[in-house]
């Protein structure tokens, strides 16, 4: 007698399992991975943008002008964009007064690759820090607005504190 030798069907369903299980886990947690890493763009940008504002400022004793191609506080972008535009965000400048200021940057802008739409992040002249998240896909993520911090990972709102 010849013994046939091979896989069962019950031993490849198994093994079928197993994979769809693993990558049941695993699959949202990259995905979550890579939004994280996306998270960085904005906020750098914020930093960076704080620092040129306050130059700005030293120069002109106003933040009113900021903001503008040609000034020492120039919209940051992606090469071959317009100003402001980024891989992920949008970085606009909506309040400019004598001496305040409020920047912000709106992942999943127009112009921008959608996968953050909804987070905003804000940062003004007192170095306040805040997160907004107003709807998809972010919210279904699992990430929260934060009136405190720019929030980085999920889980994080302004009811638990959570990490930011």
Same mark, same amino acid.
């Given at each position: %007698?010849? /013994?046939? +030798?091979?896989?069962?069907?019950?031993?490849? %369903?198994?093994?079928?399992?197993? $994979?769809?299980?693993?990558? =049941? $886990?695993?699959?949202?947690? &990259?995905?979550?991975? #890579?939004? /994280?890493?996306? #998270? $960085?763009?904005?906020?750098?940008?914020?930093?960076? %943008?704080?620092?040129? %504002?306050?130059?700005?400022?030293?120069?002109?004793?106003? &933040? $009113?002008?900021? !903001?503008?191609?040609?000034? @020492? =506080?120039? #919209?940051?972008?992606?090469?071959? +964009?317009?100003?402001?535009?980024?891989?992920?965000?949008?970085?606009? !400048?909506? @309040?400019?007064?004598?001496?305040?200021?409020?920047?912000?940057?709106?992942?999943?802008?127009?112009?921008?690759?959608?996968? #953050?739409?909804?987070?905003?992040?804000?940062?003004?002249?007192?170095?306040? /820090?805040?997160?907004?998240?107003?709807?998809?896909?972010?919210? +279904?993520?699992? &990430? /929260?607005?934060?009136?405190? !911090?720019? @929030?980085?990972?999920?889980?994080?709102?302004?009811?638990?504190?959570?990490? !930011?």
């Amino acid at each position: %007698m010849q /013994r046939h +030798s091979g896989f069962t069907l019950i031993e490849l %369903m198994v093994t079928i399992a197993i $994979v769809a299980i693993l990558a =049941a $886990v695993a699959i949202p947690n &990259y995905t979550d991975y #890579l939004r /994280r890493g996306k #998270l $960085v763009e904005g906020t750098s940008a914020l930093l960076a %943008m704080r620092t040129k %504002m306050e130059l700005y400022f030293q120069d002109n004793r106003t &933040y $009113v002008g900021a !903001c503008a191609a040609g000034t @020492v =506080a120039p #919209l940051p972008s992606n090469p071959g +964009s317009p100003a402001g535009v980024l891989k992920y965000f949008q970085v606009t !400048c909506p @309040v400019l007064t004598a001496t305040t200021y409020t920047i912000q940057a709106a992942g999943g802008a127009p112009g921008t690759d959608g996968t #953050l739409g909804g987070l905003t992040y804000t940062i003004d002249q007192a170095n306040a /820090r805040t997160t907004t998240v107003t709807g998809d896909p972010v919210y +279904s993520a699992g &990430y /929260r607005g934060n009136p405190n !911090c720019w @929030v980085a990972k999920k889980g994080a709102d302004a009811s638990n504190n959570g990490p !930011c």
